[in-house]
């Protein structure tokens, strides 16, 4: 989730097509709020279970991963689609083709390595700080320029491995979304009314997802997205709203934009698992390594402090993780040991890890 952006000044066109884009999306959001969703599903049901696929070609989706030229974003996506290679063709998977969407405005020392879409990034100071809200528009762009063969998209980060093949989670007109425990709509019921106003229905209608990872269709991501990218812009404009959401702000927006059309998701609780409060990686597809992993060589987790023996990918800020790295003490769940293991092996089979990009 974390990189920078490296980006001049707006062209007048870039300015133009921004304004355009909003303007289209706002007049969406309008609309959105002005009618009732025709259906409230309530609470969505929780699944789980690694599921079989890979049978029906019409089931196959797009990996989209959006990304920043920033070394940090680069090592992590190379990782990334190591491990998207070896695992799409194996026997269950549904993975069709890939594109990193680059929004750093220009091409990188990428390019070659991974098929790249490079798209622009919002105005120079727009995002405030907050990276990731280049990330829906982002996708707004792609979506437009793209003409991927697939029906389906998986919306995906530099920092997924993928532990086993992936099959197609979504049921038909209903996505698939990893549940997040910080996402709770219910109990922000009173900042969401401004972006979900009451004739909507209750605000239980709003998935506790973010957009990552989602498996979903692509022409119901190409209704969402200009709205996604219009509420995360109100959302960090809003006081309140920042303050509450802070880093999660942009998923909130998804889940909100999902909600204002209609779109309610099976919520897959084996999607992904997230090291180190996750001990085991034999019932999920993907290892999400968002935090930090540290511990005393007894294998005695040490949360907050930096432990004896660590991996937190935030200490690879301006270079790549070396080959090789050294695996945990015993006592360390089997997910970490397993994500440096993953990570060894990509590095070790990497051409020019170690160039500079």
């Not at 990218?229 to 702000?249: H, P, Q, R």
């Not at 999607?271 to 001990?279: E, H, K, N, R, S």
Request: hydrophobic letters at 35%; charged letters at 25%; aromatic letters at 12%.
């Amino acid at each position: 989730m974390s990189g920078r952006k490296n980006a001049g000044k707006a062209s007048p066109c870039l300015l133009l097509l921004i304004s355009v884009g909003c303007f289209f999306a706002t007049y969406n959001f309008l609309t959105m709020v002005g009618h009732g969703r025709s259906r409230d599903a309530g609470p969505r049901k929780i699944l789980g279970g690694v599921g079989g696929g890979g049978s029906d070609p019409s089931k196959r989706f797009h990996v989209a991963l959006t990304a920043t030229d920033a070394l940090y974003s680069q090592w992590q996506s190379r990782v990334m689609y190591y491990w998207y290679r070896e695992m799409r063709d194996r026997p269950g998977s549904d993975m069709g083709g890939f594109t990193r969407i680059l929004h750093s405005g220009k091409p990188d020392g990428l390019m070659d390595e991974i098929p790249t879409l490079v798209v622009d990034p919002l105005p120079e100071g727009a995002d405030r700080g907050y990276i990731v809200l280049n990330r829906p528009w982002a996708f707004v762009q792609w979506l437009k320029k793209s003409n991927i063969k697939e029906d389906y998209v998986l919306m995906a980060e530099p920092d997924h491995i993928f532990v086993r093949p992936l099959p197609n989670l979504a049921h038909g007109d209903e996505p698939a979304a990893f549940p997040f425990f910080y996402i709770k709509p219910t109990e922000n019921e009173k900042i969401l009314r401004k972006f979900f106003p009451e004739e909507n229905g209750p605000v239980s209608k709003i998935d506790p997802i973010g957009n990552s990872p989602v498996i979903i269709k692509k022409a119901q991501l190409e209704k969402i997205a200009p709205t996604w990218m219009n509420i995360s812009l109100k959302m960090k404009e809003d006081v309140e709203t920042d303050k509450a959401f802070g880093w999660v702000l942009e998923m909130y927006a998804y889940a909100v934009a999902s909600a204002l059309h209609g779109v309610h998701y099976s919520l897959r609780k084996d999607f992904m698992i997230q090291p180190p409060w996750d001990a085991k990686s034999d019932n999920t597809f993907i290892i999400h390594y968002t935090y930090g992993c540290d511990y005393t060589l007894k294998g005695e987790l040490t949360y907050g402090k930096i432990g004896e023996w660590r991996f937190d990918k935030r200490s690879y800020l301006r270079s790549p993780p070396p080959r090789n790295l050294t695996l945990p003490p015993p006592g360390v769940p089997e997910s970490v040991a397993t994500l440096v293991k993953m990570v060894n092996e990509a590095t070790a089979n990497i051409p020019g890890w170690d160039e500079e990009r």
